[in-house]
């Protein structure tokens, strides 16, 4: 799922085509997409864009008018940049969004139909789509503190809780993690200060890290390959490879269809996190240690 770095490469990337631009028309592929009813999506067309924003996951593109189109692009959803008009055929492509000099297009790929379209008035219509976490660019560490631990969970989940933290989902806060050298299965109310400063810091730095790489590339040519697995990751989707900074071969834990990669040994202190279907199945002979699960692999 596209998150708050690729969200905003995408808006950098569409600012340049469509501010300013007037929306010819709004077509819509599927049944399934769109989620309100009033106002229609033709209350959009031959209006001029003046609005693009985040809103969480989500991108705003607002017109003339105050109305605001809003995607959710969710697991398999992308948006491409076509030159004017192009064809809605074939189960992917879901949306269109014409302009005089070209279209931005919806496509989400497999079976399920998850991605989402909005159309709302106002800052109140906005407000209603907005899960409400923080932004943590703008945070301060009291802010940050506050936020983490006003519930007692898991790192990996509090820090993917759209109603606790804007913009973070499963890459990303496993790139965190792993910057501050913290475990995913960690409490948050169990944390000392000196840990909590540390996600903070790491959490800045990641995303702004991911923020500059992705927004440089989005002014060279729009983002077409949005992906959850980047070269220079240094754990997501890194299940097997060395760790960059100590070398030890990258963990996971895999649960309902998502995975969690993590270093055993720079965050959780050499120990093998349990994976859900192998842990039921090895029982008492799920290895502890990374020494222990190399020893097993030989077996």
């Not at 560490?141 to 989902?169: M, Q, V, Y």
């Not at 055993?264 to 799920?286: E, F, H, M, Y």
Request: aromatic share 6%; with cysteine; proline share 6%.
């Amino acid at each position: 799922m596209p998150e708050l770095p690729d969200i905003a490469a995408y808006i950098e990337a569409l600012e340049p085509r469509v501010m300013g631009r007037t929306l010819q028309r709004v077509r819509v592929g599927s049944p399934f997409l769109l989620r309100t009813l009033e106002p229609p999506p033709a209350s959009a067309e031959g209006r001029v864009v003046r609005g693009l924003r985040r809103i969480g996951k989500r991108i705003a593109m607002g017109v003339e008018g105050d109305v605001w189109l809003v995607l959710h692009l969710m697991i398999a959803g992308r948006l491409h940049w076509r030159p004017p008009q192009p064809k809605l055929g074939g189960r992917q492509n879901l949306a269109a969004f014409d302009f005089a000099h070209g279209s931005l297009t919806l496509t989400e790929a497999g079976s399920q139909r998850r991605a989402s379209l909005h159309v709302v008035r106002g800052e109140e219509g906005l407000r209603g789509l907005d899960p409400g976490g923080i932004d943590v660019l703008e945070a301060d560490l009291a802010a940050f503190r506050e936020t983490l631990t006003f519930e007692n969970h898991t790192l990996k989940r509090a820090l993917t809780d759209p109603r606790a933290f804007s913009g973070i989902g499963n890459a990303y806060s496993d790139e965190i993690l792993h910057a501050a050298r913290l475990s995913p299965i960690a409490q948050t109310r169990k944390l000392t200060q000196e840990e909590i400063a540390r996600l903070h810091a790491a959490t800045r730095e990641t995303l702004a890290l991911w923020l500059d790489r992705l927004r440089a590339d989005a002014r060279q040519k729009f983002p077409e390959k949005v992906t959850a697995f980047r070269d220079g990751m240094a754990v997501h989707g890194r299940y097997g490879q060395p760790c960059p900074q100590c070398g030890e071969k990258v963990q996971r834990i895999r649960y309902a269809g998502n995975e969690t990669n993590y270093c055993a040994r720079c965050q959780t202190g050499g120990k093998v996190l349990a994976d859900r279907g192998l842990s039921r199945l090895l029982g008492k002979d799920w290895p502890r240690t990374l020494e222990e699960l190399e020893a097993l692999k030989r077996r």
